[in-house]
């Protein structure tokens, strides 16, 4: 978000440049015809000036700033994906440890059937930490 955060405040600074350049050519403009300014220098300064407007007006279209945002964001989500899967993952192999595990325990529990005293003892083991 930072990023965006970046990119939104770079987009404000500039529109604030292209505003002051825009009022400032109005200014000089106006002013123009009541100056005893050389002719050739306001043309330079005016030509400057036009040529920065054109330049920050290019650079407000927004695609430059929706492209970096576009590009944050995809990131982020795909970071996320990542993270998940990794989760999905860990609770798969999981799951599998269980089943075996508890294949295991009905596997002991059967072969204890022919031996009742040991059997009780070792199912009342294994119930007890089966529900943990």
């Given at each position: 978000?930072?990023?965006?955060?970046?990119?939104?405040?770079?987009?404000?600074?500039?529109?604030?440049?292209?505003?002051?350049?825009?009022?400032?050519?109005?200014?000089?403009?106006?002013?123009?015809?009541?100056?005893?300014?050389?002719?050739?220098?306001?043309?330079?300064?005016?030509?400057?000036?036009?040529?920065?407007?054109?330049?920050?007006?290019?650079?407000?279209?927004?695609?430059?700033t929706l492209a970096k945002?576009?590009?944050?964001?995809?990131?982020?989500?795909?970071?996320?994906?990542?993270?998940?899967?990794?989760?999905?993952?860990?609770?798969?192999?999981?799951?599998?440890?269980?089943?075996?595990?508890?294949?295991?325990?009905?596997?002991?529990?059967?072969?204890?059937?022919?031996?009742?005293?040991?059997a009780n003892k070792m199912?009342?083991?294994?119930?007890?930490?089966?529900?943990?």
């Amino acid at each position: 978000m930072e990023e965006m955060m970046k990119e939104i405040k770079t987009l404000e600074l500039q529109m604030t440049e292209l505003k002051e350049a825009k009022e400032k050519l109005v200014k000089i403009e106006v002013r123009y015809d009541e100056s005893n300014i050389d002719v050739a220098e306001k043309i330079r300064v005016i030509k400057t000036l036009e040529k920065r407007i054109k330049e920050l007006e290019k650079d407000l279209t927004l695609s430059k700033t929706l492209a970096k945002i576009k590009k944050i964001l995809w990131a982020k989500i795909g970071q996320s994906i990542i993270d998940q899967w990794s989760s999905i993952q860990t609770i798969c192999k999981l799951i599998e440890l269980i089943n075996i595990a508890q294949f295991e325990t009905q596997r002991a529990r059967e072969s204890l059937g022919n031996m009742p005293e040991k059997a009780n003892k070792m199912i009342q083991f294994l119930n007890t930490h089966t529900k943990e």
